[in-house]
């Protein structure tokens, strides 16, 4: 079992930056992949990004590369999710998600686990 805490949401400008935390726990985590996936108002859950579970794999939907960035530190059960030049599109909740796989997995129907989502608001 892996239980997973967002933080880090908030309200920012267009052009800053955030930094989202998904703390997990559990034994476990370091043998699963991780995800972090977003859903805006009226709109399905959107896959952003994922890293695999030894963290030398990432993936990143067209919308967010290059501006975020996947990470993972397994000492310290968490991943993380860098935003930089936010749009007012990448308005959503955040959520991260834990998959019982060693490579990335971009579709929510592959996650095993999920958090509770964090709120982030990009003002224009």
């Known amino acids: 079992q892996v239980q997973l805490v967002e933080s880090g949401g908030g309200l920012v400008q267009a052009g800053g930056s955030l930094r989202l935390s998904c703390a997990a726990s559990g034994r476990t985590f370091s043998t699963h992949a991780m995800g972090w996936f977003r859903q805006a108002p009226g709109l399905e859950r959107e896959f952003v990004a994922g890293?695999?579970?030894?963290?030398?794999?990432?993936y990143y939907a067209d919308s967010v590369k290059g501006r975020f960035t996947i990470s993972r530190d397994n000492a310290k059960n968490t991943a993380w999710l860098q935003m930089n030049s936010l749009k007012s599109e990448d308005t959503a909740v955040y959520s991260c998600?834990?998959?019982?796989?060693?490579?990335?997995?971009?579709?929510?129907?592959?996650?095993?686990?999920w958090g509770k989502g964090t709120l982030v608001t990009v003002s224009s």
């Open positions: 998600a834990a998959a019982r796989s060693s490579g990335v997995v971009t579709t929510p129907a592959g996650m095993t686990y």
């Open positions: 890293i695999s579970w030894g963290g030398g794999i990432t």
